[in-house]
T-cell receptor, first 114, second 113 residues
Framework: GNSVTQMEGPVTLSEEAFLTINCTYT??????LFWYVQYPGEGLQLLLK?????DKGSNKGFEATYRKETTSFHLEKGSVQVSDSAVYFC?????????????FGQGTILTVHP | DAGVIQSPRHEVTEMGQEVTLRCKPI?????LFWYRQTMMRGLELLIY????????DSGMPEDRFSAKMPNASFSTLKIQPSEPRDSAVYFC???????????FGPGTRLTVT
């Protein structure tokens, strides 16, 4: 079946540090890939997405590239801020009979200190 | 747009009681999802609807859980009877078909004592 694996957390960084959160997936065919972010006390919100191989999703300084050859979709940001502290979820969607259904990774807690 | 609306935001109940969680999706969205989030199990999809019809309920834990969507603007998730292990944050999300983007509500934090 489909699955998503994220790097173990939590991740603690100083402000302006470089961020990488690793995400790999297992799925047949060509899933769409997503990063969602959950701020404390809130629901998840879409951060970025990529729907085909080699696509790069980007938003708010975050980027992730859909790598079919390594089945990866790593999240990166060049300079994190305290306001980026949140839980980050990698997810995939297969489409077809499962259209709309997301498979989430376990989430990675990010804490950024001033 | 008001976003996805969930009520109540917090619910504390005793074991054995019936609990009903409510969700109003974003107008025009034709998919609705119910999730449960716990520290131990992470984020789990319980059930989802398309055009008010349940598509996949394989994530519903057991017969104590039921969900309905009587119209395009309202859905309920009911637990009867509730148990302490049902304590979690329950999220509702909606999506406009073909967009792939799910919009989550703020969640209902359920505590069963």
């Amino acid at each position: 079946g489909n699955s998503v694996t994220q790097m173990e957390g939590p991740v603690t960084l100083s402000e302006e540090a470089f961020l990488t959160i690793n995400c790999t997936y297992t799925a047949t065919g060509y899933p769409s890939l997503f990063w969602y972010v959950q701020y404390p006390g809130e629901g998840l919100q879409l951060l970025l997405k990529a729907t085909k191989a080699d696509d790069k999703g980007s938003n708010k300084g975050f980027e992730a590239t859909y790598r079919k050859e390594t089945t990866s979709f790593h999240l990166e940001k060049g300079s994190v801020q305290v306001s980026d502290s949140a839980v980050y979820f990698c997810a995939l969607s297969k489409g077809g009979t499962s259209y709309g259904k997301l498979t989430f990774g376990q989430g990675t807690i990010l804490t950024v200190h001033p | 747009d008001a976003g996805v609306i969930q009520s109540p935001r917090h619910e504390v109940t005793e074991m054995g009681q019936e609990v009903t969680l409510r969700c109003k999706p974003i107008s025009g969205h034709d998919y609705l999802f119910w999730y449960r989030q716990t520290m131990m199990r992470g984020l789990e999809l319980l059930i989802y609807f398309n055009n008010n019809v349940p598509i996949d309920d394989s994530g519903m834990p057991e017969d104590r859980f039921s969900a309905k969507m009587p119209n395009a603007s309202f859905s309920t998730l009911k637990i009867q009877p509730s148990e302490p292990r049902d304590s979690a944050v329950y999220f509702c999300a909606s999506m406009r078909g073909a967009s792939y983007e799910q919009y989550f509500g703020p969640g209902t934090r359920l505590t069963v004592t």
